[in-house]
Structure formats: structure tokens, C-alpha cells
């Protein structure tokens, strides 16, 4: 299943595998939402249906932010091809009762072949401990692949270790997973934004680290850069 970011694709051999769950993490301001956007929209342009279960941002905010890079947004919602689902973690008995029970079903009945979850690293706020946060993902997980849909997860990393996330449990439960982060220079400072495909099962996908860039029509993978990581 192409993920509509260009270059990205070529690194992992043509797209994701259908029905993987893939976790997307990185710092604030690596784009994470913007991927989780692109990737549904690009299947709108396919065709396919997208759900954006949000446990962040409201409807509005989404809608504008896709439209900033010029994505037909307002014509994938009115032809039913994206749609964005609210799960507050507020709401904590609510979202809990919803994700371990209706969540699959509701997915399915909406016929969607796109999942994005962004993000999954507020779901700790449903969960007093690990193992009931553990149980949660693997439920939430396992409510994407009931519906038969193609799932990006996205997480915080963590700050001290930017190459696993916050909660580091979400790792565990999905098929594949890509790093977005900041590159350095040798003096320390940020000079770019890199990708990496640190495992996607089922796949012969690049080990190397590629930089990408976030432009007017969204996130641009260079596949063909001298690797960052060598060296």
C-alpha cells in the first residue's frame, strides 16, 4: 500500500505491507501528523477510505492543517473518503469500554482501508500502570486489524532516547516502525530532518537513514541522499 510520501516508498520497496500496523514516532516537529494526513489522503486519492481517530486535535484544526498543503480534503470528506473520529482520552471509562469493545465494529462499518491513530502515546492517560497501557494498545491494534484496514500508529519519542517512544511499549505491538528525527552537525546543532525504517516486517526495506524535508505539498523523502547514518 503506497503511503503517498515520495521517496519513502522507494525505501520500503513499494509501500507498506496491506493490513501492517506501523508505528511512526519522533520529537515535536517531525511531522508525525502531517505523515498520518498524507498517508490517508493519498488513499483518497485512490479510492480508498481513511478514518483519523484522533486523540489530539479537533476536527477543525485537522481540516485546516491538511489544506495548508493544498490537499483536496474538503472533497474527500463530502465523498466520504477521510474522516476524522474523536477519542478523548478525557473521557476515560468511555474511550476504554469503546476501544476493548465497539472500536473494530465501528471501523469496519465504515468501510475504512486507512486507519491513522495520532497519537498513541496519550492513550497513557486512560491507564494507571503498564499492564493495563499494554492492554490497551494491544486492543486498539487489534480493533484496526478486525476492521481489514492498513493502520499508522504515531508516538512521542522520548526525549533522552529519541529512537524508541515515550511510553516504549508501542514498538511492540506493530509490524513496522519509522523514526522521524532531527539530523546533527558535528557541532551539535540541528542542520535537517532524517527518516529511518527501523523494522517493517515482510519487507526487504532500505537500513539507512534518509533526510526529507516538509514543503508545500507535505513530506518529501530524499531516497537517493548519501546515507546520514554512514560515516
Keep these: ?104 465494529k465501528e471501523l469496519a462499518g465504515l468501510g475504512a482501508k486507512r486507519i491513522v491513530v495520532d497519537s498513541v502515546s496519550l492513550l497513557n492517560m486512560l491507564s494507571d500502570d503498564e499492564p493495563s497501557r499494554r492492554a490497551t494498545l494491544f486492543a486498539l491494534a487489534d480493533a484496526c486489524r478486525s476492521a481489514g484496514a492498513t493502520t499508522v500508529l504515531t508516538a512521542e519519542a522520548d526525549p533522552l532516547h529519541p529512537e524508541v517512544s515515550r511510553d516504549g511499549l508501542s514498538e511492540y505491538i506493530a509490524d513496522g516502525v519509522l523514526l522521524l528525527g532531527y539530523n546533527s552537525g558535528p557541532d551539535g546543532h540541528r542542520v535537517g530532518l532524517a527518516v529511518r525504517v527501523l523494522k517493517m516486517r515482510r519487507t526487504s526495506h532500505a537500513r539507512t537513514v534518509q533526510p526529507y524535508a516538509i514543503g508545500p505539498s507535505g513530506i518529501v523523502v530524499n531516497a537517493k541522499a548519501v546515507d546520514f547514518g554512514s560515516g
Excluded at 503517498?4 to 525505501?11: A, F, K, R, S
Excluded at 470528506?77 to 476524522?84: D, I, L
Aim: hydrophobic share 40%; with cysteine; aromatic share 6%.
Design 1 to 104: 500500500m503506497p503511503t503517498g510520501v515520495d521517496g519513502l516508498d522507494e525505501m520500503l520497496g513499494g509501500g507498506f505491507p496491506a493490513g501492517h500496523v506501523v508505528l511512526v514516532t519522533g520529537l515535536p516537529g517531525t511531522g508525525k501528523t502531517c505523515f498520518g494526513l498524507q498517508f490517508l489522503l493519498s488513499g483518497a486519492e485512490r479510492g480508498e477510505k481513511g478514518v483519523f481517530l484522533s486523540l489530539e486535535e479537533e476536527t477543525a484544526p485537522l481540516l485546516e492543517s491538511a489544506r495548508q498543503f493544498h490537499w483536496p480534503v474538503d472533497a474527500a470528506v463530502r465523498n466520504g473518503t477521510f474522516r476524522v473520529v474523536r477519542l478523548d482520552p478525557k473521557e476515560t471509562r468511555q474511550s476504554l469500554h469503546r476501544i476493548q469493545g465497539e472500536l473494530g
